[in-house]
């Protein structure tokens, strides 16, 4: 964003098509990942939750747009999506369920509310552990978050997107701090963040194909994009009447 001067409000988008070879496989992870990745220039005093909620929403709707698409074509396969999108912390979620695992507490979060945006990922918790493990100098922890939905099919929740507002210089220094990670502020990128030579932006990806499933419903990823699967669970899809592409 910095090398082509992009303005303010300005951004890009990229359509990523990669190969992650040591994948752990099932219904939701395949070996090929596509996904629109993006990343949008905005002002340090926008570095701040209602932002974050704002382009939250705004995904939402695009994404029950997209539903009103489909269903006008294809009205028999469409799955019918919530209404509105909850917002909640990894915090608030530890609190509700503290005898669940992180993964556990997305699920009851995503079944109540149908669709949920997972705020404040990274940091340690009340309970001493982290929601889930986050890079310290990618997004700022108190400013990001995950969207998911309940995806019947599979009764748990479904991962659409991971975003949220990047570091800035103080937070890449305060969260390279508790990784025992300062090492780390020598190098360019970080040394360009440090001396504010780089646009604050806001970014994350979207996962097409996960999108595909949740649009349409299907039980495996298999079903709405062409990748290599072990045999087992070739088999398993078959007797359960799964068509992998």
Not at 45 to 68: C, D, G, S, W, Y
Not at 220 to 227: D, L, T, Y
Request: charged share 25%; proline share 4%.
């Amino acid at each position: 964003l910095k090398k082509y001067d992009f303005g303010m409000h300005q951004g890009l988008y990229t359509n990523m098509n990669a190969i992650r070879k040591d994948e752990v496989l099932d219904n939701l992870h395949s070996s090929y990942v596509d996904q629109w990745d993006w990343e949008k220039v905005i002002d340090k005093k926008e570095r701040t939750i209602p932002v974050l909620k704002a382009h939250v929403e705004q995904i939402f709707a695009i994404i029950k747009h997209m539903e009103h698409e489909v269903w006008y074509k294809y009205p028999q396969a469409v799955n019918h999506l919530p209404d509105s999108i909850h917002f909640i912390t990894s915090q608030e979620l530890c609190t509700l369920f503290p005898d669940l695992s992180p993964r556990e507490r997305e699920n009851a979060a995503a079944k109540e509310y149908g669709a949920v945006f997972v705020m404040q990922i990274g940091d340690k918790l009340s309970d001493g552990q982290k929601h889930d493990g986050r890079a310290p100098d990618y997004d700022d922890w108190s400013l990001n978050g995950d969207i998911l939905f309940w995806y019947e099919p599979l009764q748990c929740a479904l991962e659409i997107s991971s975003m949220g507002i990047r570091v800035d210089e103080q937070s890449l220094h305060s969260q390279l701090e508790k990784e025992n990670a300062l090492d780390r502020e020598n190098l360019p990128f970080h040394q360009a963040i440090l001396n504010q030579e780089l646009p604050y932006t806001i970014g994350g990806g979207i996962g097409q194909s996960r999108l595909c499933m949740l649009l349409l419903k299907k039980a495996h990823i298999g079903e709405v994009q062409s990748s290599l699967w072990p045999q087992e669970m070739i088999d398993q899809c078959e007797k359960a009447g799964i068509q992998l592409l």
